[in-house]
């Protein structure tokens, strides 16, 4: 009796290790900083893709800004975010309209990456901000 039980609570605990290394999600914490590159269409139409610098915008904003409530998914290229629904005041356009922050007018200020690259997050600490890359 005792011997079947000490093995389930073997199991109960390999059970709990396991849990606990699949909670820690690969690359979570290092997407806080950086620089996340939307280019979903913007190459297509003849734009710069879009620089967005998380970092920036994660230490004057609770997650749940645009995490929850804008709707924004928590993975890159997740979202398909169009101009329209900026100039409508959804995704960026809830901020950038000319009051919160600058408006959708400043075209380069977003549209501010090579051309060619892919949808990504660029890691480190600090963004290298619009214009740069
Ligand atoms: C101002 C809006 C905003 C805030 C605030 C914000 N994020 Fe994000 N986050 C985004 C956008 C936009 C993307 C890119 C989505 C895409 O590419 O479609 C993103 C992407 C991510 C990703 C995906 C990274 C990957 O590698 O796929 C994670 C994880 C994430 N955010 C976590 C967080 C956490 C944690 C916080 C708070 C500490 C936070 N975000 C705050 C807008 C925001
Ligand atoms: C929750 C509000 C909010 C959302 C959502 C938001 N921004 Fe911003 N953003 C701001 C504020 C505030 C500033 C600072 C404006 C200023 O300096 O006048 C800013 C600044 C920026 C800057 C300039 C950063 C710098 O280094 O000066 C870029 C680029 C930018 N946002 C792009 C985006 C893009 C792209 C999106 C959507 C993917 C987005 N933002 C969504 C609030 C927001
Ligand atoms: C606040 C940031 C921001 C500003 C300012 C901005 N854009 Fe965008 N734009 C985006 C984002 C984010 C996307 C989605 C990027 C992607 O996935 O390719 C986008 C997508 C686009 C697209 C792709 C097709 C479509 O209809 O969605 C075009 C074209 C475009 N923008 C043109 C412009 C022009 C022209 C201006 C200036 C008048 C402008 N944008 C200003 C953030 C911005």
Redesign the pocket.
Known sequence: MTGRCRRAGRRHLAALVAAAALAV?P??????YGD???N?RSDQEGMRPVI?P?WF??I????????FE?G??????????LMSDIIDGK??GM?HNGSIAWGPDRCDLCHSGLPGQK???VGGHGTKGPGRW
């Open positions: 999600v690359g979570a914490p290092q997407a806080e996340v590159v939307l979903k967005f998380h915008h994660r004057r904003f609770r997650c749940a800004v645009c995490h804008l924004f998914k928590m993975r890159v290229g997740a979202n398909d975010v995704f960026c901020c949808s990504r997050i």
